[in-house]
Nanobody
Framework: QVQLVESGGGLVQTGGSLRLSCAAS????????MGWYRQAPGNQRGLVAV???????TYLPSVRGRFTLSRENGKNTVFLQMNSLKPEDTAVYYC???????????????WGQGTQVTVSS
């Protein structure tokens, strides 16, 4: 079994900052990427930022320069530092990892439970 556990959401005023954390654990053989997605009411879930382990990090254009995705060295833990937050950043944020479980030959997307981020104007 593989689990992703998120933390760090909350309520903040416009211009404020939050830091989200996501840790993947369990029977993990390899992880190819981890990232964050978000879903606001009435909208589809979309990419915020994703890191290819050993490769590039991609950001949604509207968060580039304000959000930073980082990884704890050698671990399946990522952080999303969110600065200069805007009301339009309000959403449920979900962590996703593309992971190959131990004892398998296939890659699977695993999701966290989601954490609410609310930015008040």
């Amino acid at each position: 079994q593989v689990q992703l556990v998120e933390s760090g959401g909350g309520l903040v005023q416009t211009g404020g900052s939050l830091r989200l954390s996501c840790a993947a654990s369990g029977l993990i053989s390899h992880t190819s990427s981890m990232g964050w997605y978000r879903q606001a009411p009435g909208n589809q879930r979309g990419l915020v930022a994703v890191m290819i382990f050993g490769g590039a990090t991609t950001y949604l254009p509207s968060v580039r320069g304000r959000f930073t995705l980082s990884r704890e060295n050698g671990k399946n833990t990522v952080f999303l530092q969110m600065n200069s937050l805007k009301p339009e950043d309000t959403a449920v944020y979900y962590c996703k990892g593309n992971i190959k479980p131990i004892g398998t030959d296939y890659w699977t997307d695993y999701w966290g439970q989601g954490t609410q981020v609310t930015v008040s104007s």
